[in-house]
């Protein structure tokens, strides 16, 4: 199968594309370093020509609300008109838990997410959006955002967080199936509070700062309750523990999970 990934040489996308090449399937990998440019159509026609799935894990460097609309909304249409023309006969974008939730609390960037699943939704194009938790990736990106006067305040929030290849073997899995024309949900295998999860990754990197949960804090700039972080009971539980994730990272070793692989 030929499939176009948008953003194939991000943090999900270098692992996607990966995942379906060694799964035998035809990869076009789009992304602004091999001249595909999604929000600018530069290089589109000819990265969907003959695509039968174009898969998005593409993302915007901005998170404020005006820009991130800009790019998402810019973006999108440009893919589902380009991916109608080019007859892509599945449309699957990456998206994240509770984007409806950190919408409705004030979140820029999280707005700007949810028109692009809303523009997807509209669009009558065979589609299926994968919402993912928070990447244990990324927790050190949410630490640094938190910290005010030299203390790491975050959220009073909890988060069930998972590794960015059991994200892309998702994605994977996802792309290789019928169009949903729906939302189908993935999560880590364990909750933690931020704090908690905060504190175990700065001490990894033998960082000593203080953590504080902060009950009026924000999550980017949205105020969310407790549990707004965390997937439906209904969600696809990912294989990955974070502490085999670290020492699979740290020793530059494939890490050791527990259960069946999400392509299995």
């Known amino acids: 199968m030929r499939i176009t990934v948008i953003g194939g040489t991000g943090l999900i996308g270098t692992r996607l594309v990966r995942t379906l090449q060694s ?42 609300e005006a820009a991130a609309r800009e790019f998402f909304y810019t973006s999108t249409m440009n893919l589902l008109s380009y991916g109608e023309a080019a007859g892509v006969r599945h449309h699957v974008a990456l998206s994240v838990v509770g984007t409806d939730r950190l919408a409705r609390a004030e979140g820029g960037y999280f707005i700007a997410k949810e028109q692009q699943e809303r523009l997807i939704s509209a669009s009558q194009r065979p589609y299926s959006l994968v919402h993912a938790t928070q990447f244990f990736e990324f927790i050190r990106h949410i630490t640094a955002h938190a910290v005010r006067s030299g203390v790491v305040r ?40 931020l704090g ?22 924000t999550y980017f700039g949205a105020r969310i309750a407790q549990r707004d972080l965390l997937p439906e009971a209904t969600a696809t539980i990912a294989p990955t523990r974070y502490h085999d994730w670290r020492v699979g990272n740290e020793y530059g070793v494939a890490p050791v999970t527990s259960g069946d692989s999400l392509l299995s």
């Open 23 to 64: 799964a035998g399937h035809d990869v076009v990998v789009a992304a602004r370093a091999t001249g595909v440019n999604s929000y600018t159509a530069e290089g589109l026609e000819a990265a969907l020509d003959g695509a039968e799935v174009l898969v998005d894990v593409s993302n915007s460097s901005y998170i404020d």
């Open 154 to 193: 975050v959220a009073d929030v909890l988060i069930q967080p998972m590794a960015a290849q059991d994200v892309a073997a998702a994605v994977a899995q996802t792309a290789l199936a019928e169009p949903l024309y729906g939302t189908v949900e993935f999560g880590g295998p364990e909750v933690f509070s």
């Open 196 to 217: 908690e999860l905060a504190r175990i990754d700065l001490r990894y990197r033998e960082d000593d700062r203080e953590v504080v949960p902060d009950p009026l804090g």
